[in-house]
């Protein structure tokens, strides 16, 4: 990867070295294990073995006894407290520690505090509890019979059912379908998958009794709205909350949610006035926290014989779990799902999710994704390539062909979404040449007569980021806008605080090249931080590709209100009037004057020493911004891939991501983005899935199970762009980092569908591993 | 996890002194294998404390057993519950005999359960022929117990039966 020269004069654009990065490869970062307090205690977690179970008894006496073991707290403790269970994200609430039965294997039963952790840990074994195992339901389809048992019976409906969900017109959507040339219909299933950042989540909870405040260090990637939910759920007045999220190892959104082991960590400071830690293991990480996706979906697609798409008909069964702890915005009970119509003009579309409870671990979160937006993109992405082949017709002929043209923009999709921009034909073109697309056509043709299996897959895909806009999108009713503060310090450096939380995203560096950007300051002399709610302003945090649509526009617009104030300044120093003054070269010149200037450095040296009468000293801003849209990126992904007829093995011969994210504030952060979430996309496709036996035992417990692909496994990424800004973005930027999760695993499926096609293949679920390859080719006749 | 095993054995002995061994806590409990502790609470009743390792998974169980006999059809069901290391363990094994000449006898053994919790997941891919292992030496130590007995005594009288041996 070819990286730019360090940027002079303007800073946007440019492929600025991460200023973060230095701490990081040096090993100098603080992450939260890092973090030792004096007199502080380590909390171990019990968990359950079963999926479904009535606790009989519990006996800690034995763990009581051992020397250094201070607290054994259950389910039962907390609910005397008002505490056995929590309010989830999605309207739904879940038990802290497991309160008369548990849901899921794994779930927390109780937790041991202790000197140490190994001590902690040894202790947690000596807790006896007595279970009455009970049916154990880990298929949705079966959860939905009417005879099936009860999993909640803690809730007054006395079924399986979460929710239903729908959109569109079911009757025209009906109707258009029985007249179409052409219907197909594709079951898909999106497998249940886990975000497994490298850091798995923990806490400290640092209850300090004399002051009642508590500090909390904590893995999170949303730490307002986290100690607005810490204060709801413990009655802790919100002010003597004070939460830090230190430098964090990758989230993914596997850190969003609120997990009863922070909860715990909390009473248990609380009861012993002690600082509490709890670190997860990497099989409690995979166990007990968030999972993504498991969404069960059936498309049916109509069009003209010609390959005109008329209408889109989608039903969706929806695993949740034990509860529903899925991380969507509180209106968008199955998220922003509803953007299945995908980059393509459908004249009418229906959706509809039903949700249902089972024993798995629940969560519902957005891995990488901007709420549901990576199985609507798979869905119709993949669908598409059925219809394609249902026609004979090319799949990018087809996608060409239907594409919603850039004069229809702002576009409204069928589904309701007013996509703000795209120039979707372009981006494909562009994708295509690059690839070499047709020539590479007549070459799969050769090897195929050679007896070759290989195939090209296309995913032109449509995400819709940046929740949101306050009158449609909240979490738990607090508004999902973002905020920044800037102050300019009299030297001409300046700090940046916004409400979002970086996890890898580079924040530290295209934060501050922004302000660089919209106030002439040098980003290397701007320091960014994020993740202290005592300092930072009040945001919603940084998941689903919302900080840049976000709290980047709210930087820009800070550093707007900024130089407002700045330009002032600029006349009273000029002696002119405001009005004859430009923003030019990043400074304020005299209209047609342009050595008559002042820089940001001398006006913020002035705006502490030499201001006019009157002026209120100091150069600084806050804002918060409540997006007027979401934004839509989109890209056209290529892949080819061979396939071993002899192991199932797939080969990623060559991989081209043209992604369109708006303006780009670092090509070289972008394309950072793009390799690790097509590595994730490589990932889910051939590789993840959280996996239950009958009886509910979790077979991914661990990176031998749950495989995460090294520099080895994956392949070469080839990567490019287009660019069309965002219109009501004050930048012009649209978010990147989770498009490649999003638009890759539909790219790499097609591709291995298309290589088996000759063989009248038409669909294999994810993931695709050798295994299941391997058998569906025998079970087609191929022997070698 | 579910788990299903069976086999067989051939024992020295007749059938009455094979049921009357394996209907007793005393003898049977000291069959388990890798025993840590055993309590027998009485003739049908005992506990143990063994140690157990499936790959990454190594800890100690504590298995509660209940044997009940079937006196007209010599048979021996045994209900076992375990719990350890975040665990659950539950099986039902059962016994049946039948002579196979005057002094000997073939027992037939099944067991069924499940295993739950970090043995089932953690040491999954390993568990099944661990598990068929260690339940099939609970029968092997039955029969090598069944036969010192017998064969002991036989001595004593001056006869030997130790015609029969191993099992399957």
């Known amino acids: ?784 | 996890m579910q788990l299903h095993y069976e086999g067989q054995q051939s024992v020295d002995g007749s059938v009455g002194e094979v049921f009357r061994f394996i209907c007793d806590a005393h003898n049977v409990g000291p069959c388990t294998p890798d025993l840590v502790d055993l309590d027998v609470l009485d003739a049908a009743h005992f506990h143990a404390t063994v140690k157990v390792g499936v790959g990454p998974v190594k800890g100690k169980l504590k298995l509660e057993v209940a044997l009940l006999p079937q006196e007209e059809q010599h048979s021996l069901t045994l209900t076992i519950h375990g719990s350890g290391m975040g665990s659950g363990v539950d099986l039902t094994a059962s016994a049946a005999l039948t002579p196979s000449d005057v002094s000997h006898t073939v027992m037939d053994w099944q067991a069924n359960g499940s295993v739950s919790g970090p043995l089932a997941t953690v040491g999954g891919r390993l568990l099944d022929k661990q598990a068929q292992r260690i339940i099939e030496q609970v029968f092997v130590n039955v029969r090598d117990a069944v036969n010192r007995l017998v064969n002991t005594s036989a001595s004593e009288e001056g006869t030997d039966r130790s015609a029969s041996g191993g099992g399957s």
């Not at chain 1, 080839?718 to 978010?735: L, Q």
């Open chain 1, 1 to 784: 990867m070819a990286i730019a020269e360090e940027p002079t004069g303007h800073v946007m654009g440019h492929a600025m070295k991460r200023k973060e990065d230095p701490r990081f490869i040096t090993g100098q970062g603080r992450y939260l294990d890092d973090i030792v307090l004096p007199r502080m205690l380590y909390m171990a977690i019990v968990h359950s073995p079963y999926a479904h179970a009535r606790i009989k008894s519990i006996d800690a006496s034995a763990a009581l006894q051992l020397p250094g073991v201070h607290l054994v707290l259950t389910g039962a403790d907390l609910d005397q407290m008002g505490l056995g269970w929590m309010p989830t994200m999605a309207g739904d609430r879940e038990m802290t520690l497991a309160v008369g039965k548990v849901l899921y294997q794994y779930q927390e039963v109780a937790v041991v505090l202790a000197e140490s952790r190994a001590l902690a840990e040894d202790a947690a074994q000596l807790v006896e509890v007595e279970y009455e195992p009970l049916p154990v339901i880990v298929d949705p389809f079966e959860s939905m019979k009417p005879d099936a048992p009860v999993l909640r019976e803690d809730r007054e409906q006395k079924d399986n059912h979460v929710f239903h969900w729908e959109v569109g017109d079911r009757t025209a959507t009906e109707q258009l379908l029985r007249s179409c040339d052409v219907v197909v219909r594709q079951k898909v299933r999106f497998q249940r998958i886990h975000p497994a950042p490298l850091e798995p989540c923990g806490c400290i909870a640092d209850f300090n009794k004399a002051t009642g405040r508590l500090t909390l260090y904590m893995t999170s990637q949303a730490p307002h709205a986290h100690r607005t939910v810490f204060s709801m759920v413990t009655g802790i007045p919100e002010q003597n909350i004070h939460i830090i999220s230190p430098d964090v190892g990758g989230g993914f959104g596997n850190k969003v949610p609120i997990y009863p082991g922070y909860v715990a960590a909390i009473v248990a400071s609380l009861k012993l006035g002690r600082p509490v830690k709890w670190v997860e293991t990497r099989t409690e990480n995979l166990t007990e926290t968030a999972f993504a996706r498991d969404y069960h979906m059936e498309a049916e697609l109509g069009a003209t014989k010609d390959g005109v798409v008329q209408a889109l008909k989608v039903k969706t069964i929806a695993d949740h779990g034990a509860f529903d702890a899925a991380a969507d915005p509180s209106k968008f009970p199955a998220g922003l799902f509803s953007i299945c119509t995908g980059s393509y003009d459908f004249p009418n579309a229906f959706a509809e999710v039903d949700a249902f409870y089972t024993n798995k671990t629940p969560g519902g979160i957005a891995y990488r994704c901007s709420f549901r937006v990576t199985e609507a993109s798979y869905l119709i992405e993949r669908t598409m390539d059925v219809l394609a082949d249902e026609l004979g017709m090319d799949p990018a002929e087809l996608r060409l062909k239907n594409f919603v043209p850039p004069e229809k923009f702002p576009y409204h999709s069928a589904l309701g979404w007013t996509y703000d921009s795209g120039r979707y034909a372009e981006t494909l073109k562009k994708a295509l040449e690059r690839f070499d697309y047709t020539k590479r056509r007549q070459e799969q043709d050769e090897r195929r007569r050679k007896g070759e299996l290989v195939g090209i897959g296309l995913s032109t895909f449509t995400e819709v980021v940046g929740a949101g806009p306050s009158q449609t999108f909240d979490i738990m009713g607090i508004k999902m806008f973002d905020s920044a503060e800037i102050r300019v310090h009299p030297t001409g450096s300046a700090i940046v605080r916004a409400g979002t939380r970086h996890q890898g995203q580079g924040h530290e560096t295209t934060w501050a090249q922004i302000v660089g950007e919209e106030l002439g300051l040098d980003p290397q002399n701007i320091l960014v931080e994020e993740g202290d709610t005592d300092t930072a302003p009040y945001g919603l945090g940084t998941y689903a590709s919302r900080s840049t649509p976000t709290a980047g526009a709210a930087i820009a617009m800070a550093a707007r209100r900024i130089r407002e104030k700045a330009q002032k300044i600029a006349a009273y120093l000029l002696e002119v009037s405001e009005e004859d003054l430009e923003w030019r070269d990043q400074k304020f010149q005299v209209r047609g004057v342009p050595s008559k200037a002042v820089t940001m450095q001398e006006i913020a040296f002035a705006a502490y020493t030499n201001l006019p009468e009157g002026m209120e000293p100091g150069l600084e801003a806050t804002y918060y911004y409540d997006p007027p849209n979401l934004t839509f990126p989109n890209g056209a992904y290529l892949c080819q891939v061979s396939i071993d007829k002899g192991t199932g093995e797939v080969k990623v011969e060559k991989f081209l991501a043209v992604d369109d994210c708006g303006n780009v504030i670092n090509p070289m952060i972008v394309e950072g983005q793009i390799h690790g979430g097509l590595t994730e996309g490589f990932a889910i496709a051939f590789m993840q899935e959280i996996v239950y036996d009958e009886d509910g035992n979790h077979l991914a417990t661990n990176f031998s199970d749950y495989l995460v692909p090294t520099a080895w496994e994956a392949p070469d990424w080839e990567t490019d762009r287009t660019v069309t800004p965002s219109p009501h973005h004050p930048i012009g930027a649209k978010g990147v980092g989770e498009s490649p999760n999003v638009g890759s695993p539909a790219a790499f499926v097609n591709a291995v569908i298309d290589a088996l096609s000759p063989l009248g293949i038409r669909h294999i679920d994810m993931p695709l591993t050798r295994e299941k390859i391997w058998r569906a080719l025998r079970e087609h006749g191929i022997e070698e």
